[in-house]
């Protein structure tokens, strides 16, 4: 049965798609079988892993509609090894149309109960807004992961995301957590990296991963041929912190 993690973060701009399909290729590089499902009407995620977004007949908007099924919808990212329920423009429609319908933020979870035997992994990538789609997402998740720059403002969103998350883990997900915190775009030489740093590490304790993922040129330019960073260039120091991060999500998952 399928481990299912939300990447999500109420601030925009902080890595989250950068982070779900590098992790999702890293995964799949350690031999796990990994599902991306792409909830961000941009499909940022979509075309990281290497899928036209303008291409597609169908989307997660007619999975989450109860239009079309899970196994008819998916793709498979080629760069990646994983594969990808895609998303494009569609699915901002999704929010209105969401309203009318019965367990309207259940319906990511019904619809992964179909597929959850035959992967390892399922990753969200949520959009950056506590939205109708973010609340499926959540709703669907055993957990959070956190994504964060160590500066000042991400640290005053983390409080609201941290609420929203006991939120709906007393309403309407009792399996919810935060799995942990990844600190993203991590430059030591600013002083208030280190200190931001810090402040988690002695807030979160052991919520905050081991793995930093450092500020990478090479990360920065893979989405624009179509690939995880851990693909394009698998030498350079975000792919390799991510490679890590994989391994110590793997490791993770044994203790919970």
């Known amino acids: 049965m399928a481990k299912i993690f939300c990447v999500a ?34 499909g940022n995620a979509t075309m990281g892993a290497g899928i036209n977004k303008g291409a597609l007949t169908a989307s997660i908007y007619e999975v989450l509609l109860g239009m079309s099924d899970i196994k008819a919808v998916r793709k498979t ?16 429609g999704a ?24 992967y390892d992994f399922i990753l969200i990538d949520c959009p950056p807004a506590l939205s109708m789609l973010t609340l499926n997402g959540l709703c669907a998740a055993n957990g959070v992961i956190i994504p964060m720059q160590c500066e000042y403002y991400a640290l005053e969103g983390l409080s609201d995301l941290v609420n929203t998350i006991k939120k709906v883990h007393a309403n309407l997900n009792p399996d919810l957590k935060i799995i942990g915190l990844l600190r993203v775009m991590f430059d030591p030489r600013m002083t208030l990296s280190q200190q ?31 690939m995880p960073g851990v693909s394009f260039d698998a030498a350079s120091k975000g792919a390799q912190a991510y490679i890590a991060f994989g391994a110590e999500m793997v490791e993770r998952i044994k203790t919970m």
């Open 77 to 92: 990212s080629e760069t990646g090894g994983f594969d990808v329920l895609p998303a494009n423009r569609e699915l901002a």
């Open 196 to 226: 931001v740093s810090e402040e988690l590490e002695k807030h979160f304790g052991d919520k905050v991963f081991k793995t930093v993922i450092p500020r990478n040129v090479r990360l920065a330019e893979a989405p624009s041929y179509g």
């Open 9 to 42: 973060n109420q601030k925009g701009g902080v890595g989250k798609t950068t982070t779900a399909v590098n992790l999702a290729a890293g995964l799949a590089q350690l031999n796990q079988r990994v599902l991306l499902a792409d909830l961000d009407p941009q």
């Open 95 to 118: 929010e209105v149309e969401m309203v009318e319908l019965e367990n309207r933020e259940k319906r990511l979870k019904d619809a992964f109960a179909s597929i959850a035997d035959e």
